[in-house]
């Protein structure tokens, strides 16, 4: 098998997590597959880049910000070389602009176009373990860029797609995907498998074992992808295009996100553009909208809600604020107190009743929601931040996700 | 004027030295020069990331060491263009692998071979300051490669000559090249102008203003080489083919140094291969050997005496014990106790008594001279390290050099 392993800044925190997973790369050698590893930087050494360039300016040149995040791999990758050639196993280091993985010139944010895979093979051909930097690439100019934090889970599916690998593994510090974070819920339960479609509800509501791009590019190609703890053994999720099929349960996981806060306008003349006139000035910010709700009374007036990270809360209500000065008996009112919950799973999609039991469960625990947006596998709800834990633990039972269930 | 101007380690050891010396670089911009600046890595950054790399093993295979130590020289051009960027002087970093500067493939001691010049007069052209990364080139592979410590000072010349620049200036923690070390003769005085043999004589022997290697490279191409102090006004020294010309005095400065240690034997039957035999084991092994001192004693032995690095010592005594097992009667003494004191200056080729001069000196202040060796421009002493500091000062009043003379 042609595999590719990915581990992440925790799983190369420290020289003797290092030699570790140059132990766990050269087992799987030894076992007779060919490897590709991919690395982040290690532990916070890009918060810390990111610091040091803070200190030289408030806002640094997006071309030299990349070039110096870019040395976080190259840190990590010629120390994971070390390890395995040290342990046995010859082993090359490689830059994105080595390998080439080509990417878009947006700095800090670039797109990967191509992954060429000359060197790596040729590397593969000569019995090396080719160790690819994540996360960096470079434009056609010949600039260093970088592809946003996360990016190495998409490096390695890149790779992988372009060496058509066996499989992309993502090595973590926890054993796999669960139905909700055990640290939450203590018996939430570790999926054998998920469908691709799955794993992107989970991974965008703020499940964080994998990054969203990385699900999406999977998907695209139909690269198998397996979750698995980098220190320690067995566990693991498989994600693919199958997921359980038929056996699907109605929901696989339970979401949650913290970051969220609510903008609301009440009794707005309703029109036609009335949504766009809200949320473009939001959109001009950069700010991203999350959740959208419109609800007409029946009277001409409207209310409008979205929701927007805690960070971006007093801007956007500042925007929405001076949209409607032209309306005067519209009123604007926000909260950052507030959470999101996410039921997510395939089985959802032919069955009725899912949406019916979550508010039955949440009316029980005498939890109000505020808002509520669905997808064809999704169905959200935002609560008061106060009232996540029970809502979260409540559904985990009620939708037979616990353990010994 | 096109100025190459090369900052080392302490010069920018910190984001706040790092905006002073954008700083420096935009005044010297503004006074309508075309300037490139080549950069170390920041203060002990290459100390650290070599510990860190002996963290993972005691030898790490050299490519990915290079790998590795490129990363320092990568911090420091990227924190110098975001701080001219952000001090309004259009900037750009490039490392080795984008210039391209093209090295031979001996990883961590590579040669220069040629640096190509048309990013960079791009850059120049379309009005950047290219901040160049040190140390650090590419090897026809592809690979990363690194030129050895010190090396920046040969990357900031190897460039100046490439670009034909007017000068090369050698930015450092020191205000020019002095007759001796100001710590240990206070009034040591600066040098205004020197040649560049007299410079490679003062480098080779101890001074650290300047690496051997850049000093070579700019001889060889007559490009002027200027010492200045880093941060604050004034002073620095003129390197170039004329130094004083006529107006030389019999000795421009007095370098030292404390890492030598000396291997004698004595009584060893004379033959025309005894230095040969002796000292094929020592570079066999890599050891630099610096003074050699062979004395026939006319009753058919002779006695031989060579210094080395004081780490180097113990190894050194050894190799050379067991070359001379065949002889019974020779004995192997050796110290590293010892210091070597040597006076630079292109005066002495034409004027005798320099030695005898020197001579009087030490034997008024009762001390022993351990071994001599000379060059057309220079003399140097081995002497006990507890004499050298009265040596050093005796010497430099002797000829003319103090402040007040």
Same mark, same amino acid.
Request: charged share 20%; with cysteine.
């Given at each position: 098998?042609?595999?590719?392993?990915?581990?992440?800044?925790?799983?190369?925190?420290?020289?003797?997590?290092?030699?570790?997973?140059?132990?766990?790369?050269?087992?799987?050698?030894?076992?007779?597959?060919?490897?590709?590893?991919?690395?982040?930087?290690?532990?916070?050494?890009?918060?810390?880049? =990111?610091?040091?360039?803070?200190? *030289?300016? %408030? #806002?640094?040149?997006? !071309?030299?910000? $990349? /070039? &110096?995040? +870019?040395?976080?791999?190259?840190?990590?990758?010629?120390?994971?070389?070390?390890?395995?050639?040290?342990?046995?196993?010859?082993?090359?280091?490689?830059?994105?602009?080595?390998?080439?993985?080509?990417?878009?010139? =947006?700095?800090?944010?670039?797109? *990967?176009? %191509? #992954?060429?895979?000359? !060197?790596?093979? $040729? /590397? &593969?051909? +000569?019995?090396?373990?080719?160790?690819?930097?994540?996360?960096?690439?470079?434009?056609?100019?010949?600039?260093?860029?970088?592809?946003?934090?996360?990016?190495?889970?998409?490096?390695?599916?890149?790779?992988?797609?372009?060496?058509?690998?066996?499989?992309?593994?993502?090595?973590?510090?926890?054993?796999?995907?669960?139905?909700?974070?055990?640290?939450?819920?203590?018996?939430?339960?570790?999926?054998?498998?998920?469908?691709?479609?799955?794993?992107?509800?989970?991974?965008?509501?703020?499940?964080?074992?994998?990054?969203?791009?990385?699900?999406?590019?999977?998907?695209?190609?139909?690269?198998?992808?397996?979750?698995?703890?980098?220190?320690?053994?067995?566990?693991?999720?498989?994600?693919?295009?199958?997921?359980?099929?038929?056996?699907?349960?109605?929901?696989?996981?339970?979401?949650?996100?913290?970051?969220?806060?609510?903008?609301?306008?009440?009794?707005?003349?309703?029109?036609?553009?009335?949504?766009?006139?809200?949320?473009?000035?939001?959109?001009?910010?950069?700010?991203?909208?999350?959740?959208?709700?419109?609800?007409?009374?029946?009277?001409?007036?409207?209310?409008?809600?979205?929701?927007?990270?805690?960070?971006?809360?007093?801007?956007?209500?500042?925007?929405?604020?001076?949209?409607?000065?032209?309306?005067?008996?519209?009123?604007?009112?926000?909260?950052?107190?507030?959470?999101?919950?996410?039921?997510?799973?395939?089985?959802?999609?032919?069955?009725?009743?899912?949406?019916?039991?979550?508010?039955?469960?949440?009316?029980?625990?005498?939890?109000?929601?505020?808002?509520?947006?669905?997808?064809?596998?999704?169905?959200?709800?935002?609560?008061?931040?106060?009232?996540?834990?029970?809502?979260?633990?409540?559904?985990?039972?009620?939708?037979?996700?616990?353990?010994?269930?």
């Amino acid at each position: 098998m042609l595999i590719v392993q990915k581990y992440g800044g925790t799983s190369v925190g420290s020289p003797e997590l290092i030699r570790r997973v140059a132990g766990r790369v050269a087992h799987l050698r030894a076992s007779g597959n060919e490897v590709v590893v991919v690395v982040s930087a290690m532990g916070d050494a890009t918060d810390r880049l =990111v610091d040091l360039a803070r200190e *030289i300016c %408030a #806002v640094p040149v997006p !071309r030299e910000l $990349d /070039a &110096l995040l +870019a040395t976080g791999e190259q840190v990590s990758v010629a120390l994971l070389a070390m390890a395995l050639n040290a342990s046995g196993v010859a082993a090359r280091s490689y830059l994105g602009t080595q390998v080439r993985v080509r990417t878009s010139d =947006v700095h800090t944010r670039a797109r *990967i176009e %191509a #992954v060429e895979t000359g !060197r790596l093979r $040729d /590397a &593969l051909g +000569a019995g090396f373990v080719p160790v690819v930097a994540g996360f960096q690439g470079v434009a056609a100019s010949g600039d260093i860029t970088t592809i946003g934090r996360g990016g190495s889970d998409t490096t390695a599916v890149a790779l992988a797609v372009a060496l058509k690998a066996d499989e992309c593994q993502i090595l973590t510090d926890v054993d796999g995907v669960y139905t909700t974070d055990p640290r939450m819920v203590p018996d939430a339960r570790r999926l054998e498998r998920l469908s691709y479609e799955e794993m992107l509800e989970l991974a965008g509501q703020g499940s964080r074992v994998l990054h969203l791009r990385s699900v999406e590019f999977a998907a695209k190609y139909g690269m198998v992808l397996r979750v698995l703890p980098s220190h320690g053994e067995g566990g693991g999720t498989l994600i693919d295009r199958e997921g359980r099929g038929v056996e699907a349960p109605l929901v696989s996981g339970i979401a949650f996100n913290r970051d969220e806060a609510q903008v609301s306008v009440a009794r707005l003349p309703q029109s036609a553009d009335l949504a766009y006139r809200l949320l473009q000035p939001v959109a001009a910010a950069n700010i991203e909208v999350d959740m959208i709700v419109l609800n007409a009374n029946g009277d001409g007036t409207a209310d409008f809600s979205f929701t927007v990270h805690r960070d971006d809360h007093v801007e956007a209500m500042r925007l929405v604020a001076s949209a409607i000065t032209v309306h005067p008996h519209a009123t604007v009112n926000g909260t950052d107190r507030v959470a999101k919950l996410s039921l997510v799973g395939v089985g959802m999609r032919s069955h009725a009743g899912v949406a019916a039991r979550l508010f039955e469960t949440l009316a029980n625990a005498g939890i109000a929601v505020r808002l509520i947006s669905t997808s064809e596998i999704r169905i959200s709800v935002l609560l008061e931040e106060t009232a996540l834990e029970v809502a979260v633990r409540d559904a985990h039972r009620a939708f037979g996700l616990s353990g010994n269930d």
